[in-house]
């Protein structure tokens, strides 16, 4: 087994069998694939402390609800709320990061395309049916995303880990960046925040069979009521993938028109792709530089890259040109690569 966690389970689960470790990717849980009653399953144990826990009992909440609903997500085939321990049916697939950019490495960016506009269609589908029924204190940390949550826990996350421990502005630069968050947060007030959000809706957290007919979403703790929108951008604007911005465009323009078409006039998607992506960068600073998480260094570059394209492109205009011009330089500087 080469973990001492393995004995404890097997005296406490005998329905539990072959627990191998795997990696926890982003995560301070603790995965491991084995068999339950027989049947292939992967089981969490919670990270440390009664947060751990809390996240634990998100996971196994949430990820009930959504298969009840219908959503793909993997079946929940036991779940302890108290220990924070969750076991779930393996799912026979690969991430779609891995998957999507090998077809497009092959020259398959079509069917890659096709793909995403059906998981688009699905996510606009489990912005609104997991909304149904949904209860909030199932919820890890805050219930609701709006925009007071995108500017202190997206926009000053951001500052925190790149801006200031990574790049180590100064501080008359950091305050003007902080001022102009402030202000793209204030574009999110009244934002219809009614449906279900996965809030790490990207491809390392979407698994794909190997030919593509098959998909299940995972990693779905974070969830919580929010826009629809912020989702889709999450996956059409994700930094592991390389499409193109005419690519990303075109997919942006199909989600517009599914939730059109399922209700949801004009939602908001460029700014909340913004902050999606300062979420993101943040992220990749903090664990590959801090963390001990080297593997998330390379998308760092095409993050801020990403990140500098979509102020670009805000109906606003110039409403954060310090930021849009700081998030340019950083992708195209070397200061921070180690």
Known sequence: MGTK???????????????????????????????WNGTPCVVFLPSPGESGRAEARA???????????GIPVPEILHFHPGEGIVVVRECPGIHLQEWANRKMESGETTSVLSLYKVLIQYQVEMAISGSR???????????????????????????????????????????????????????????????????????RNILVSEEGHRFWFIDFQGGRLGPMGYDAGSLIFDPYLSFSWEERTLLASHFLDVARANGEEGP?????????LLQ????????????????????????LALLSSLLRSLDEGDSAPTLCRFASEAAEGEKWQI
């Open 5 to 35: 966690l393995a004995p404890p389970l097997r005296t406490y689960y005998p329905q539990l069998e072959i627990i191998e470790p795997l990696s926890p990717d982003g995560s301070q849980r603790r995965p491991f694939r084995g068999r």
């Open 133 to 203: 029924g949904f209860r909030q204190e199932w919820c890890w940390e805050t219930p609701v995303y709006d925009a007071g949550f995108a500017f202190e826990k997206e926009g000053r996350y951001f500052l925190h880990w790149f801006g200031e421990r990574l790049v180590k502005a100064e501080r008359p630069l950091l305050n003007v960046l902080e001022r102009e968050l402030y202000q793209l947060s204030a574009m999110l007030d009244g934002i219809r925040n009614c449906f279900f959000l996965h809030r790490d809706f990207q491809s």
């Open 59 to 69: 996971f196994g909440h949430i990820g009930a609800h959504l298969f009840r609903a």
């Open 268 to 276: 908001r998607l460029l700014p909340l792709a913004v902050f999606r």
């Open 280 to 303: 993101a960068t943040g992220a990749f600073a903090k664990l590959g530089f801090f963390m001990g998480k080297p593997h998330f260094r390379p998308y760092l570059r095409p993050a």
